[in-house]
């Protein structure tokens, strides 16, 4: 049986729970929530399984915090005896409009604190990885604040449909495999 571990990259504690930063865990949140499986707490983060046409999906939620999930990855990968190419990363994208999917095979960690500790930890730049745009629009200096802030009212009400689409994506990822989930899901 194929197994896919699907890993949503957020910060643990409630002042993260609706921040930007967190859109990982708010997306691998929702597609539980869709098949009705639960976290729960285990090494290194939360963790959930459920089967879909003989697949098994696992969902990681790392509580390590963001700049050390290279760690939970890692040992789960490890743990589980899960390729490289059946690990999914889901982060925010400040480089992205927001809700803009980009779908890759491989890539830079984009300035991303949790893709760096990642690709430190996996010594390799090519795992996939679905980015999810949240727009830069902040001003000068005031990025941490904005990716550590809660969404906007118009954000907000726009990502119960990209939820629904970050569901689907996850499920295609297993099912239909990476490159079909690209060539269907890319820029949507």
Same mark, same amino acid.
């Given at each position: 049986?194929?197994? $896919?571990?699907?890993?949503? @990259? %957020?910060? +643990? ?6 921040? *930007?930063?967190?859109?990982?865990? &708010? ?11 639960? $976290?729960?707490?285990?090494? @290194? %983060?939360? +963790? ?6 003989? *697949?098994?999906?696992?969902?990681? &939620? ?19 005896n899960i390729e490289k190419e059946n690990v999914l ?14 779908i890759k095979t491989k890539g830079s960690d984009g ?57 689907e994506i996850i499920t295609s990822f297993a099912l ?13």
């Amino acid at each position: 049986m194929k197994k $896919f571990l699907i890993v949503g @990259l %957020g910060n +643990i504690g409630a002042e993260y729970v609706n921040t *930007r930063h967190n859109i990982g865990f &708010k997306i691998v949140d929702h597609f539980a929530r869709k098949e009705a499986i639960s $976290f729960q707490t285990a090494k @290194l %983060g939360d +963790i959930a399984e459920c089967k879909i046409k003989g *697949r098994t999906i696992l969902l990681l &939620k790392p509580n390590t915090y963001m700049n050390l999930s290279g760690k939970a990855v890692k040992y789960w990968m490890e743990k589980e005896n899960i390729e490289k190419e059946n690990v999914l990363i889901i982060t925010d994208d400040l480089n992205l409009a927001f809700g803009t999917i980009r779908i890759k095979t491989k890539g830079s960690d984009g300035g991303h604190n949790g893709l760096k500790n990642i690709q430190l930890l996996l010594n390799t730049t090519e795992y996939p990885r679905f980015r999810f745009g949240i727009s830069d629009e902040f001003k000068k200096g005031q990025q941490v604040d904005y990716v550590l802030g809660d969404w906007n009212d118009e954000e907000k009400t726009k990502l119960v449909e990209r939820l629904e689409l970050a569901s689907e994506i996850i499920t295609s990822f297993a099912l239909a495999g990476l490159n079909n989930t690209m060539n269907s899901y890319n820029g949507k």
